[in-house]
């Protein structure tokens, strides 16, 4: 498929992750970013420390009135997903405005991580930067296997989404590559393989777009781990790029 040079008809909303979200100065550059290949784009800023169920309300309330009823593209990067489907099933009469709704890196099955950071909790007293709130513990468990079980036992399945039009974007690093993924007082720092942040197994919900060779982190931002710029763009468009194809029905 080749983007066309009419780009999409209807607005592409990015719902970012736990950790980005906030960043405005990364957001804005992002955006600057899509509004050359997109018409319409909107970035869901929010504020630090949220969890889950504060996160899906305050997107609820963006495409309740910032958005008032236009047809959109949703794009969730890792947590950023799981805004949108909790999102969704709070206020299902919002599907009807959904054309799309694609996944990236979002931990649908869990992650390790989260694991490991409550067990972390348990040992030794860390302070709250990962998640700039007192609910570090609350929202920790908001990712591991057992919580997202019950999640996917709640919300709608894919099918009740909208089926064909549900996609994900599984990222992973294909090389046998080590990472400091946190590295706060108290934790230390955690050095695991990249796909084990989220697993492409636990990244896999709706149909595959494609498998991309990108970190977790650096899928949707610049300046992560010395990658290049076109990284984080090479996702967007591939998102972008399917958006346009269910546009013209070609999905």
């Known amino acids: 498929m080749k983007i066309t040079n009419k780009r999409l008809n209807e607005v592409f909303v990015f719902v970012p992750g736990l950790l980005v979200g906030h960043k405005i100065y990364n957001l804005l550059m992002v955006r600057d970013f ?19 169920s504060e996160r899906a309300d305050w997107l609820v309330r963006i495409l309740d009135s910032e958005l008032d009823g236009r047809k959109v593209h949703l ?12 999102a969704l099933h709070r206020r299902p009469d919002l599907m009807k405005n959904v054309v799309s709704l694609t996944t990236c890196g979002t931990p649908h099955r869990g992650t390790p991580i989260a694991d490991q950071y ?13 998640f700039g709130s007192d609910k570090a513990e609350i929202i920790a468990k908001q990712f591991t296997w057992g919580y997202l079980q019950e999640f996917a036992d709640t919300v709608q399945t894919i099918e009740e989404l909208g089926g064909d039009k549900v996609f994900c ?9 080590k990472t400091p993924m946190i590295n706060w007082r108290g934790l230390g720092t955690l050095k695991i393989a990249n796909d084990s942040t989220v697993t492409v197994f636990s990244q896999t919900y709706g149909k595959v777009i494609d498998y991309m060779d990108v970190d ?14 076109k990284t984080y763009q090479d996702v967007f468009m591939k998102v972008i790029e399917n958006c346009e194809a ?6």
């Open 34 to 52: 899509l509004k050359t290949k997109v018409k319409k784009v909107y970035i869901h800023a929010r504020e630090r420390g949220m969890d889950l």
């Open 75 to 86: 794009f969730g990067h890792s947590a950023g997903g799981l805004d949108i489907r909790l």
């Open 118 to 130: 409550l067990r972390a909790l348990k040992s030794t007293k860390i302070d709250q930067m990962l």
């Open 169 to 177: 974007l599984p990222c992973s690093i294909s090389k046998k590559w």
């Open 216 to 229: 977790h982190k650096a899928a949707t931002l610049p300046f992560r781990y010395g990658l290049s710029w």
């Open 246 to 251: 269910v546009e013209r029905g070609e999905l």
